[in-house]
């Protein structure tokens, strides 16, 4: 199976800053990778595919990018409806795994 | 507007069953492949199985392979998840979700599997 290794864990950030996130993966992936966002007590919500590709009604401060085993979300502009869990999943072999996720939470 | 509704969770014992249903409604059900994706209390998520819009092809994640069987009624627009031989470690929350890539998501059912 492939693993997906995200980083970091948590992190703690104010309104309006820049915020990164990494997810490397176990074995190439080429860009089969989506990213989620997930608030509590909700399911999760896609907001990238194609490691790039902003889903419908995402909003554009989402980015990301990568190909291969190594891949970034990036969050510009920090919003307070923004503070969640993010996951990434590969979309490229069967089991589809996710990531551990990343919670970024208020500084 | 696509909507996914889960039901069958509840309390089962270890060694038990249940059956997930999730109907889908507000698309052409047969023509999406499905998945279940599950989250166990305070945990990430964990990718569990996937069935093609004809029901043809099935894969599972390694630790529910011999005990689950994904199938699906496209007549009833329904999604099942036989769950057997059930462990403590497969308490979650189970979500439906439409096609391989997790566009729509249902609001999940909870599993509780007590010793």
């Not at chain 2, 390694?62 to 009624?73: C, N």
């Amino acid at each position: 199976d492939i693993q997906l290794t995200q980083s970091p864990s948590f992190l703690s950030a104010s309104v309006g800053d820049r915020v990164t996130i990494t997810c490397r993966a176990s074995q190439g992936i080429d860009s089969y990778l989506a990213w989620y966002q997930q608030k509590p007590g909700k399911a999760p919500k896609l907001l990238i595919y194609g490691a790039s590709t902003l889903q419908n009604g995402v909003p554009s401060r989402f980015s990301g990018s990568g190909s291969g085993t190594e891949f970034t979300l990036t969050i510009n502009t920090l919003q307070p409806e923004d503070f969640a869990v993010y996951f990434c999943q590969q979309l490229n072999i069967y089991p589809r795994t996710f990531g551990q996720g990343t919670k970024v939470e208020i500084k | 507007e696509v909507q996914l509704l889960e039901s069958g969770g509840g309390l089962a014992h270890y060694g038990g069953s249940l059956r997930l249903s999730c109907v889908g409604s507000g698309f052409t059900f047969g023509n999406y492949d499905m998945t279940w994706v599950r989250q166990a209390p305070g945990k990430g998520l964990e990718w569990v199985s996937f069935i093609s819009g004809s029901g043809s092809s099935t894969y599972y994640t390694d630790s529910v392979k011999g005990r689950f069987t994904v199938s699906r009624d496209n007549s009833e627009s329904t999604l099942y998840l036989q769950m057997n031989s059930l462990r403590a470690e497969d308490t979650a929350v189970y979500y439906c979700a439409k096609d391989a890539l997790l566009v729509d998501w249902g609001q999940g059912t909870l599993v509780t599997v007590s010793s």
